[in-house]
Each structure stands twice: as C-alpha cells, then as structure tokens.
C-alpha cells in the first residue's frame, strides 16, 4: 500500500510462501500487465518490514517433537523455504529442533523456487533420498505443488490458514490440522 497498490490481506495470505519475484506477480500481475521497474526496491522494502518480525516469530506448537519422532523413525529431517537465509534462521528458532535437522534448503541455492520442484529436488540430494521414498510437510499450497511437481508425497497442515481443498487440490495425499495432529496419527500417515 506504501507504493500505491491495494491488495486484499486475503491475497496476501495465500501468496505466503511464494519467492519475492513470484510473489510480486502473484499480487500485482506479471511483467505484461504492470511497470515492473518498481519491484526491485518493493521487494527491498517488502524484506526490511518482514525482517522485523523475525525475532517475534512464535514457536511452531509440536513441530520440535514431531521433527523428532520422525528422527527416531530413521526419516532425514530437512528443513525447506523459499526464505532466504535471515528468515531461515528465525524459522529454525521457531521450530527449536536443530538437534535433527540435517540439512536445509533455502531460496538461496535454487534457481527457481516453489511452486516449481527445484527445492524439492535440493532437499532429495541433501537428504541423499528418492523421491517416491520421501514425505514433505507444508501448510500452503506452493508447498504441495512442488512436493507434487517434484513426485514426493505432499503432506498438509491446516494451522497456515489454507482450506483443506485447497491443499489437497494442490497435491496434498494428506491433511492435518496442525504438527501435533500428524504427531498424533504417525501411524496412520503417508510417514507409516
């Protein structure tokens, strides 16, 4: 709004987890139907107001006993976003499971990132894991469409905010309300 566009928060949410060129398209149309030469300094200005609330990002409730679940079930627990590597590090914060996670995958090693497969695919050769052997967890639906695109099962939570049909019509096999929902029916899931 600061530059002059009026988006709806509801676009907004559902843009979350686009990368910043990406997600500027998503917003406010592509190349052919906008002046793009403002986008460098609104992505700038976009990563500055965001910076800010890294340090109040809150913990992500069961995430840590779920990550470490997985652990102990012998899964390679790797972390992937389309963050760059400051918002990694508050994400890490907030998932407070460094003790299991092996690796992980940010905007900063791929060319392209979700919805395309490319961090996906980082994350297979990280964890040194096939596809068909693999579960990626998300809560948006970029998250799906490249765990789909990428032939790894997409699993869904809710607590992002995204409607379960729209998760499962990006190519989640399963959904969950939150971590601790899937910690509770492992069993059960896509990781049995």
Do not use: N
Request: with cysteine; proline share 4%; glycine share 8%.
């Amino acid at each position: 709004r600061q530059a002059g566009h009026h988006v709806s928060m509801h676009a907004v949410h559902r843009a979350i987890g686009l990368p910043g060129e990406d997600l500027l398209a998503h917003l406010l149309g592509d190349g052919q139907e906008r002046d793009t030469s403002e986008d460098e300094a609104l992505s700038a200005a976009h990563d500055t107001l965001y910076g800010t609330y890294f340090d109040r990002l809150p913990r992500i409730d069961a995430a840590d006993e779920l990550l470490r679940a997985l652990d102990r079930r012998g899964w390679r627990v790797v972390l992937v976003t389309s963050a760059g590597s400051e918002e990694l590090d508050a994400l890490r914060r907030a998932v407070d499971a460094d003790d299991v996670i092996a690796a992980t995958a940010s905007s900063d090693d791929v060319e392209e990132g979700k919805p395309a497969p490319d961090p996906v695919h980082h994350a297979l050769e990280l964890a040194d894991a096939s596809a068909h052997a693999s579960v990626f967890v998300g809560d948006t639906v970029w998250d799906m469409k490249a765990a789909a695109r990428a032939g790894v099962a997409a699993v869904g939570l809710l607590c992002g905010g995204i409607p379960r049909h729209d998760l499962e019509e990006a190519g989640a096999r399963a959904v969950y309300r939150d971590p601790a929902d899937l910690l509770g029916r492992l069993d059960q899931s896509p990781f049995a």
